[in-house]
């Protein structure tokens, strides 16, 4: 579930973490900003808990949406933002659509702040009219690090059937690169609706997979750490190893495989010592 699992650290420790004055670094340990499934409603709740938005309130309204600053302040900017508009602080998520719906009506043409770019194709990927317009804008887009961003905010929408495409079409290889693939599932899985979904397509195009990739590649890796590390329960874990055992021997004993279970595991332990103390705390 969450990164604190990897981490095993306690609740104590994720409730002072709230109290730091150091945004970056609350960011950056716990991964908060891109919690997902039942760990959102966590987050949320030590959001409220911890009143985080009293403390960076005032830091989020001076933020300009803009390249200016030096390059610490712009990455303060984007991970202020990214965070806000996660957790609907403040006006953020307004803004960003905004900005992206007078990008979408100039056709694409309208120049955007790179720091804060990815924030408002994110922005505009939660309509049906934006993530298309989206997808379109990225198989004409040429410069590459604005292509992944679009695939990251493509794979950041809350609609299964679009995130399902988003999936299918990155394997097929031809409107998106297969090579992108890896970073689709990644995205998809830190969604709300998408953790089960990606671990669900894995499943189903399995053999698909290990034709396109070899099976000890970076890319089967990636997949099979991302669609598994959130798992937390002892259904999930029986799930996991009968899948992989079902494939065959040599699947099985993958290293990969071997350490998303091992992750699974950790999960379980985690839950075990902290739910009861967790639930206390946040009522």
């Known amino acids: ?68 600053g030096s390059l610490s302040e712009q990455e303060l900017q984007s991970s202020l933002l990214t965070f806000a508009c996660s957790h609907n602080l403040g006006n953020c998520s307004t803004t960003a659509t905004v900005l992206f719906n007078e990008w979408m009506n100039s056709s694409g043409t309208k120049s955007l702040p790179t720091d804060v770019m990815k924030i408002i194709f994110t922005a505009g990927a939660k309509t049906e009219i934006g993530w298309h317009f989206l ?100 259904e999930h874990l029986r799930e996991v190893k009968a899948f992989f055992e079902s494939k065959s021997e040599e699947t099985a004993e993958l290293q990969c495989v071997r350490e998303a279970i091992e992750t699974i595991l950790l999960n379980i332990q985690w839950m075990d010592i902290n739910l009861v103390n967790l639930e206390k705390l946040l009522l």
Request: charged share 25%; net charge positive.
């Open 1 to 68: 579930m969450l990164a604190a699992f990897s981490t095993q650290a306690t609740i104590d420790e994720i409730c002072e973490a709230a109290t730091w004055r150091s945004f970056s670094t609350f960011v950056r340990h716990y991964k908060m900003d891109q919690a997902a499934s039942t760990e959102a409603a966590f987050v949320r709740r030590v959001l409220q808990k911890k009143k985080v938005e009293n403390m960076l309130g005032e830091n989020i309204k001076k933020q300009t949406w803009t390249n200016k």
């Open 135 to 234: 997808l379109k804008m990225y198989s004409s887009l040429v410069s590459e690090a604005e292509k992944l961003k679009i695939l990251e905010a493509l794979a950041s929408t809350n609609d299964v059937r679009n995130l399902i495409r988003l999936m299918q079409t990155s394997l097929e290889g031809i409107q998106i690169r297969s090579q992108d693939l890896s970073l689709v599932i990644r995205t998809v899985s830190q969604t709300l609706p998408g953790h089960l979904v990606a671990w669900d397509f894995v499943k189903e195009n399995w053999e698909q997979l290990i034709r396109k990739f070899h099976s000890g590649s970076f890319t089967i890796q990636n997949i099979v750490t991302s669609t598994t590390h959130q798992f937390s329960t002892e």
